[in-house]
């Protein structure tokens, strides 16, 4: 795996802080975001956390390479995403690691510095 020196950044969109309840990415703002080491999309996720399905974050699982993991930021608050949710991606090789969405938003920007091959899905932050 190819590690950055600090004075390179990692490729790909950066989480540049919080906008009112959105997600400032490299200039732009989304309500809630899909990150992968490529790019930034918005996203309509369901509600809350314990809506989500395999289906609402296929573009992450269709990169030509697997995420190691899916951070997946669930909101204002910890919660935790449905077990088959969970079980799916771990069969396709793929763990997850759920936090509430401002501190996945700051753990993809350490990872990605790190050079991780690693995917988000932050959830509004309201």
């Known amino acids: 795996m190819a ?3 600090p004075d390179e950044p990692a490729p790909g969109p950066i989480v540049q ?3 009112g309840t959105g997600f400032s990415v490299d200039g732009r ?7 992968t080491p ?5 996203w309509s996720p369901p509600a809350t956390a314990s809506g989500l399905i395999l ?4 573009p992450l699982l269709a990169l030509e390479r697997p995420p190691e993991f899916l951070l997946l930021g669930t909101g204002p608050a910890l919660a935790f995403p449905p077990r088959p949710l ?6 396709q090789g793929i ?5 509430d969405s401002r501190a996945a938003a700051r753990t993809w920007g350490l990872l990605r ?3 991780r091959w690693i995917a988000a899905a932050l959830m509004p932050l309201a």
Do not use: H
């Open 95 to 99: 763990g997850v690691e759920a936090m």
């Open 29 to 35: 703002v989304y309500p809630a975001v899909l990150l």
């Open 3 to 5: 590690r950055l020196t």
């Open 86 to 91: 969970v079980r799916a991606l771990e069969a």
């Open 17 to 19: 802080g919080f906008s």
């Open 55 to 58: 289906d609402q974050l296929q």
């Open 38 to 42: 490529d790019s930034a999309s918005s």
């Open 113 to 115: 510095g790190e050079g």
